[in-house]
C-alpha cells in the first residue's frame, strides 16, 4: 500500500509552472487561456493510465462472455483452461463469492452508489444478454489468462429474447419517470393549437444505437489488505459513487474501499457508472489473494458496456403563416432493459427550447434484452436536438422563412414549461454573432442551388442546448505556514482540464501565484461527497465548493490574526477584506497580513477546513441551460454522395468562461462526436440474436482527422450572475444540434431530407 500511497502522491496532484505566473494581473487567472497542467505528462506519455500500473505480483483476469442473449448456462467445463500454462483460479456461479446486487443510478442520492444495472453479478446460471460475463479466467499473464478463457466450454438452456425494436414496439409503456421529470407534458390544448396551424409539419426520426470509444479502453486493478479493505484502481468519472457501490456490493463499510483514478482517457458517460467488470475484478483478487489487473479488449467494451439506445421520435409542428407556433407534438420510443431502466430523456429539449402555447411531449420505453444502456455525452439532448432542430428546419422551408428567423420568432420570455425566468438566456444573441461571422447572409436560401463543379454545397443551422447541473459537493482547502495551498476533492479529470481551471479558481479565490497551489483528486479517499464529472456539472459544481471552503479557511485565519493586538487585521470586518499577495489585505491598498505571517505568529502548521458548496437553489429559481448556435456548411458530390465537413462555426453562450483554451477544446470534442454521429457512426445489432455485429473501430466508424474541417468557436463570454463565478457547463453542449445542422445542411445542399441517422450515401443517391 505504500507503493499505491506514492504512486499517488506523486502523479494526483497539480503543481503548475512558474511560467503560468506571467499571467497574473488585476483580473487574475479565470477567464485565461492557460495550457492545461497535466498536458506536458500527456503528450510526453509520463501519465500513467489505469492498465498501466504496475503494482508488482499482478495477476491477470479475462471475462468470459455469453454468447446467447437470453437463457441459463446448463453446462460449464473449465477442466481444459484450469490445466492451461500460468491459470490460477477461474471464477463462475458455481465457486462465485456471495455477492449483494449493485445499487442503480438515483442521481437524487449518489451517496448509495452509482451502477447501470442491478443485475447480481455472477451469482446464478442466469444469462440477460449476449455479452454478459459467464466467468473470470484469472492467471500470471494476459496471454495465458486469454488463452485458457478460449478454452473455456459453455452449453446453454435458450430461451427467446426481446431483442427486437420494431417488434417490441408495440408494448412500449410510459416510464414512472424520466430523469426525475414526467413522462407525459401537457400544456394548453393540443388538439385546438394544430386545428388554429395554417401549416404543419410532421415526420419520424430516427437515430441508431452508439457505443462508447474513449482513447483509454475500461480497467481495473484491486487489491485487498490485510484489514479487509479494498483498493481499487479504476478508470472512472466518479471514484465516490464507485466505492460506494463496491461497499454495498461486497458488505463493507464505505470507508473500507479506496477508489482512484489518477488519469482517466475518456469517459462521456461510459465510465460513469459501475460496470460488472469492477467487482469481478475485485471478487478475483479476493479469491487468489493478490493483485489482480482487468483491462476490457475494445470488444469487451463492447460486450459489456452500454452505449447510446436508438430512438425513435416523432414530431409534429403546427404553425401560423407568420411563423409562430401553435402547436407541438414530440412523442418518442427508445429502447432500455430492465435491469437498467434508463429512459434516455430526448423530449427535454423541446420542454425547453420554444415557446409552447399547445404542446403534448411523450415519452415511452422497451424492455429488451441488452447490456443496459447509458448515458453518452449529452444523453437525450443529442438525439433529441437533431429531431428537434430537423423539424425547425422543415417548418422553414415549408413558409419560404429564414431557419434563424423562424427561431427568433418563437423565442420564449420565460421556460415553457415551468414558467419560471431564466438565468441568462442569450441565444438569439449567439445567432446574430455566429451567424455574421459565418456569413449567413450570403447563403442562397433554395435547396440545390449552390455548386463548386460536381460538389452541391448547402449551409445548415440548429440550436445547441444543455441544462445546467450543480450538485452540492464539499472540498477542502488547507494552507500551511510556509504560504501553499492545498485543494482536496474526489473529483476526476477525463480530459476536460479539470486540475487546471480549479487551480485558476483557487488561486484567485486565495489570492496566491499559481505555482503555489495545488490540485488533488481522483481518490474517494479526499472527501466523503459524491462528486461525479458528468452532466456537465462538476465545474460549477467544485466552484461552489472551493469557494465555501475558502472563505471558510479566511474567516479562521482573520480569527487567528486578531489574536494578536499588534497584527493590521486586528480591528479589521471579512467583508473588509481583500485576498491578495498570498494574504489578506484591507480593501484598496490597505495594510494586511499573508497567510505565512498570520499562521507563523500563531504558532501554527496550517488550517483546514471541508465545506459544502450549498444546494443548488439557482435551479430551483431559474430556468438555466447553455444555449448556442451550429452552423455548418457541407459539400456533397452528385455522383457518389459522399458527404464533407467544409466549415463549422459554433456561436455559444454558457456565460462567463473560465478558461478559453481548454473550453473551446471542449467544445470541438463534442462536435466532431456530433459528426460522427450524424455521418459515420452505427451499433450495427442482429435483431434474430441480440448481439452487436460491429465490436471494434475497424467496423464502428468513429471520425477521423480528415473528416473534420477547422472547427471556429465563438463565445459570448457573458456572465450568469446566478452561476458560481458566472458560468455554466460546456462539457456537453457540443454534441447537441451538430446532427441536426449537419442533415440540414445536406437538405439545403441536395434537396433530399435524411431524417434516419447516419446520413449514409445510400441514402443520397
Known amino acids: ?65 455469453a454468447t446467447i442473449a437470453k437463457g441459463k448456462v446448463s453446462k460449464i467445463d473449465t477442466e481444459r483452461a484450469r490445466a492451461a500454462g500460468g491459470v490460477i483460479e477461474i471464477l463462475t456461479y458455481k465457486n462465485m463469492p456471495s455477492l449483494n446486487a449493485p445499487p442503480l443510478v438515483d442521481i437524487m442520492d449518489l451517496k448509495k452508489g452509482m451502477a447501470a444495472s442491478d443485475l447480481p453479478i455472477l451469482q446464478d446460471s442466469s444469462v440477460h444478454w449476449d455479452g454478459q460475463p459467464i466467468a473470470v479466467v484469472i492467471a500470471e499473464t494476459l496471454e495465458q489468462a486469454e488463452h485458457a478463457a478460449f478454452l473455456v466450454e459453455v452449453e446453454y438452456k435458450s430461451e427467446t429474447p426481446a431483442v427486437s425494436f420494431e417488434g417490441m414496439k408495440p408494448q412500449a409503456f410510459e416510464p414512472s419517470d424520466v430523469m426525475g421529470q414526467p413522462a407525459v407534458l401537457k400544456i394548453g390544448s393540443i388538439e385546438k393549437g394544430m386545428q388554429e396551424a395554417e401549416v404543419r409539419v410532421d415526420n419520424v426520426y430516427r437515430t441508431p444505437r452508439y457505443n ?94 452500454g452505449g447510446r439506445t436508438l430512438a425513435e421520435q416523432r414530431i409534429a409542428l403546427g404553425a401560423t403563416r407568420d411563423g409562430k407556433l401553435s402547436g407541438l407534438i414530440h412523442s418518442c420510443i427508445t429502447a432500455t432493459t430492465e435491469h437498467g431502466r434508463y429512459a434516455e430523456q430526448c423530449t427535454f429539449p423541446t420542454r425547453h427550447l420554444y415557446a409552447l402555447p399547445n404542446a403534448y411531449i411523450e415519452q415511452k420505453i422497451v424492455h429488451l434484452d441488452t447490456v443496459a444502456n447509458t448515458w453518452m455525452r449529452a444523453p437525450g439532448e443529442s438525439i433529441g436536438t437533431f429531431a428537434l432542430e430537423s423539424a425547425l428546419d422543415e ?160 474567516q479562521d485565519l482573520l480569527k487567528l490574526a486578531q489574536k494578536s493586538s499588534d497584527s493590521p487585521l486586528a480591528k479589521a470586518k471579512f467583508d473588509q477584506l481583500t485576498a491578495r499577495d498570498g494574504g489578506l489585505f484591507v480593501n484598496g491598498n490597505g495594510p494586511g497580513q499573508t497567510y505565512a505571517e498570520i499562521l ?9 477546513i471541508e465545506q459544502e458548496g450549498g444546494p443548488p437553489m439557482e435551479m430551483m429559481k431559474y430556468s438555466m441551460g447553455s444555449y448556442g448556435a451550429q452552423f455548418c456548411e457541407v459539400r456533397v458530390h452528385e455522383e457518389t454522395g459522399e458527404v464533407r465537413i467544409a466549415r463549422w462555426l459554433c456561436s455559444l453562450d454558457s456565460g462567463k468562461v473560465a478558461n478559453p483554451k481548454t473550453a473551446t477544446s471542449q467544445l470541438r470534442g463534442g462536435i466532431i ?83 434516419d441517422l447516419p446520413i449514409t450515401l445510400d441514402k443520397l443517391l
Open 1 to 65: 500500500m505504500a507503493i499505491m500511497q506514492s504512486l499517488f502522491e506523486t502523479i494526483a496532484q497539480f503543481v503548475p509552472d512558474k511560467a503560468h505566473d506571467a499571467l497574473l494581473d488585476q483580473d487574475g487567472f479565470l477567464g485565461k487561456s492557460l495550457d492545461r497542467v497535466d498536458g506536458r505528462l500527456k503528450v510526453t506519455g509520463k501519465a500513467p493510465f489505469t492498465a498501466e500500473f504496475d503494482l508488482g505480483n499482478v495477476a491477470h483476469a479475462v471475462l468470459v462472455h
Open 600 to 608: 507563523r505568529s500563531a504558532k501554527q502548521d496550517s488550517v483546514e
Open 673 to 755: 462526436m456530433g459528426i460522427g454521429m450524424a455521418l459515420t457512426e452505427e451499433t450495427l445489432f442482429d435483431e434474430r440474436r441480440g448481439r452487436i455485429m460491429n465490436p471494434s473501430l475497424s467496423e464502428y466508424h468513429v471520425p477521423v482527422n480528415l473528416d473534420i474541417p477547422d472547427i471556429e468557436v465563438h463565445f459570448l463570454n457573458i456572465a450568469d450572475e446566478k452561476a458560481p463565478w458566472g458560468g455554466r457547463g460546456i462539457g456537453e453542449i457540443g454534441i447537441t444540434g451538430t446532427a441536426a445542422a449537419i442533415a440540414n445542411a445536406v437538405y439545403h445542399a441536395t434537396g433530399k431530407r435524411v431524417r
Open 395 to 554: 417548418l422553414a422551408y415549408t413558409l419560404r422563412m429564414d431557419p434563424i428567423e423562424l427561431r427568433r420568432r418563437n423565442e420564449p420570455k420565460q421556460d415553457p414549461t415551468t414558467g419560471s425566468d431564466f438565468s441568462s438566456r442569450l441565444l438569439m444573441e449567439a445567432y446574430r454573432q455566429g451567424a455574421e461571422k459565418f456569413g449567413w447572409s450570403r447563403r442562397k436560401p433554395q435547396p440545390r442551388s449552390q455548386r463548386e463543379g460536381k460538389w452541391m454545397v448547402g449551409q445548415g443551422v440548429a440550436t445547441a442546448y444543455y441544462p445546467y447541473f450543480r450538485l452540492p459537493v464539499k472540498a477542502t482547502v488547507c494552507i500551511y505556514a510556509d504560504g501553499r495551498a492545498e485543494v482536496k476533492t474526489p473529483a476526476a479529470d477525463m480530459g476536460m482540464g479539470t486540475a487546471t481551471v480549479q487551480l485558476q479558481h483557487a488561486a484567485d479565490r486565495l489570492g496566491l501565484p499559481l505555482e503555489m497551489v495545488s490540485f488533488h483528486y481522483g481518490d474517494s479517499k479526499l472527501g466523503d461527497t459524491p462528486i461525479m464529472a458528468g452532466g456537465s456539472n462538476q465545474t460549477a459544481s467544485v466552484f461552489a465548493a472551493v469557494q465555501a471552503a475558502v472563505e471558510a479557511v479566511q
Open 212 to 305: 462508447h470509444n474513449a482513447l483509454e479502453p475500461h480497467a481495473t486493478i484491486a487489491l485487498w489488505k490485510e484489514d479487509g479493505s479494498l483498493v481499487v484502481l479504476e478508470s472512472s468519472q466518479s471514484v465516490y459513487t464507485v466505492g460506494a457501490s463496491l461497499a454495498l456490493i461486497f458488505g463493507i463499510k464505505p470507508d473500507k474501499v479506496q477508489v482512484i483514478a489518477p488519469f482517466v482517457g475518456g469517459g462521456f458517460g461510459g465510465k460513469g457508472g459501475l460496470w460488472s467488470y469492477t467487482p469481478l475484478c475485485a471478487a478475483a483478487a479476493k479469491a487468489v489473494k493478490r493483485p489482480v489487473k482487468l483491462s476490457l479488449s475494445r470488444e469487451g467494451v463492447y460486450r459489456t458496456v
